[in-house]
């Protein structure tokens, strides 16, 4: 039976300073994370021991695939937050990874959650700007987007814990034509494309152009649609994390649900064998590129088999499949509500995709560009076009146009803000995030170091102590909390962890 | 997928149950447009020339 699919999502957010556009963005990410953990108490450092991105899936290790940032060499910014996240500056972007969650609805909370993060961590570093204080004060602007429309792309990616028993050429063949297909119903849309194609002056996704191979480790340049990395963040004999950087950056709650939603039940059906022969596509990339260019979700891609099929086929495929899995086998109890939405989702493609305005990111916004250019007369390069394309992304709640839709009604959401914002503060409850939220909360003092996998307390011996955390469903509520509480500090939860 | 024609011509049958939205969801009113764009107009950035050329990323992940 497929194992428990915990799922998280990491973002690099896009970050200007307005009124200072030199401003160094590297250092202007610092100053937004610093900023939001800055509050007097100890900050622990991140535990880099187990991770390796260097570690190849196929089973070897690649050199030079992943340009390490130089964190140690100038003290980037680098926090773990009491939710159990992890917020950082990686390149030049403020970075949220979310905790591990256990299912989709969660992970879209927690990644919610994100922004609301960044939106106050930017308002917090506002005063820090040199400019503050003067008549024309800089003003930081996080965006979470994943191009600047001008050449350079940053990520969204999500992960998902597998079974390491699967063969990865397995989840290659049947996941590459689900990414593939899958963009029509979770892009984010942009304007503009990167060939210079008049005919494309709008398309579903943000990243797809981006795209150049199938498989590789890379994910700074010659991007592949399955990414290779295998730094599993748990115990590497039982666990794989999928690591999936194919996808965009969602505003939209929906998007974001049934992205990890059917991409984990693809997986599922992956881990038991339950897929047919998977509908190999005969130029992978090429029709990653044109799905994404084809706003009717219409336009054929070719098979390797001779044959044809519409993305909204390819996904048919998969939505069949994943209903008589869930009919068939023990499927998770989220399951039938990611179903149903993959359905609705298909069905309002086939009959008119501009019906999913206020659902869907990439027909929201494309909608609202539309009535911009047919209001004003604009053209579609036309600056205000590609203004409102990245302010769709802007998370601050009363600027951002995704968020002044959805406060005027005009967006379907998918979970309460109460549980978003009480997610910025706290950790899911049945994953290891639990565990590592509550330590840092409780014990930020006696907390050397954290990361996905371990938490190494100082509690004053000769030696630190290590707590490993090698199961990601492992370390929730029902199993420490108790224990936490009744702890007061950090020598007697390691004391009682040891007994 | 198809063979010249396609595979699936009509979508499936669904049932009553499965199409309803989630209990969460709310009414979207995408109706009146001139008061969406009025909206947005009052929020949009105010140059969007100098906002577009100064938009500028480094690549990342």
Known sequence: MAITKYLGTETEYGISVIGRPDFNPVLASSLVVNAYSADGRPRARWDYEEENPLRDARGFTQPGAHEAPPEDDIGLANSILTNGARFYVDHAHPEYSSPECSNPRDAV????????????????????????????????????????????????????????????????RQITPFFVSRQIMVGAGRVGNEFELE?????????????????????????????????????????????????????????????????????????????????????????LHAVSHDLTCQQAVDLKDGRTATPIELQWHYLDQAKKYCEERDAAPWAPDVLALWERVLVALEDDPMSLDGTVDWVTKYRLLQRYVDRDGLAWTASKIKLID?????????????????????????????????????????????????????????????????????????????????????????????????????????????? | MSDGGQVRKQRPKVEETEVEEPSTAESVDTSDVDDLLDEIDEVLEENAEEFVKNYVQKGGE
Not at chain 1, 468 to 493: F, H, V
């Open chain 1, 109 to 172: 909370i927690w990644d919610k959650a994100g922004e609301r993060i960044l939106e106050i961590a930017a308002a917090k570093a506002q005063p820090l700007l040199p400019s503050a204080g003067t008549e024309q004060p800089a003003r930081i602007l996080i965006t979470k987007n994943n191009t600047d429309g001008k050449g350079a792309a940053y990520g969204m990616h999500e992960n998902y814990i597998v079974d390491r028993a699967i063969p990865f050429g397995e989840i290659v």
């Open chain 1, 199 to 287: 005919e494309v002056p709008y398309q579903l996704t943000q990243r797809a152009d981006f795209f150049e191979v199938e498989v590789g480790l890379e994910t700074t340049l010659k991007r592949p649609i399955v990414n290779t990395r295998d730094e599993p963040h748990a115990d590497p004999e039982r666990f794989r994390r999928l690591h999936v950087i194919i996808g965009d950056a969602n505003m939209s709650e929906f998007c974001t649900y049934l992205k990890l939603g059917s991409t984990a039940l693809v997986l599922s059906m992956v881990e038991d064998g339950f897929l047919p022969e998977a509908p190999a596509l005969a130029t992978a990339v090429k029709s």
């Open chain 1, 390 to 499: 990245v302010q769709y992304h802007d998370v601050r709640r009363d600027k951002g146009l995704y968020n002044t839709l959805a406060a005027g009604g005009r967006i379907e959401r998918l979970v309460d803000e109460a549980e978003v914002q009480r997610a910025i503060a706290n950790p899911p409850e049945d994953t290891r995030a639990y565990f590592r939220g509550r330590c840092l909360d409780k014990f930020r003092g006696e907390v050397a170091a954290a990361g996905w996998d371990s938490i190494i307390f100082d509690t004053g011996k000769d030696t630190l102590q290590r707590v490993p955390m090698m199961d990601p469903g492992r370390g929730g509520r029902a199993m420490t909390q108790e224990l936490i509480d009744r702890c007061d500090t950090a020598a007697e939860l390691v004391a009682a962890l040891q007994s």
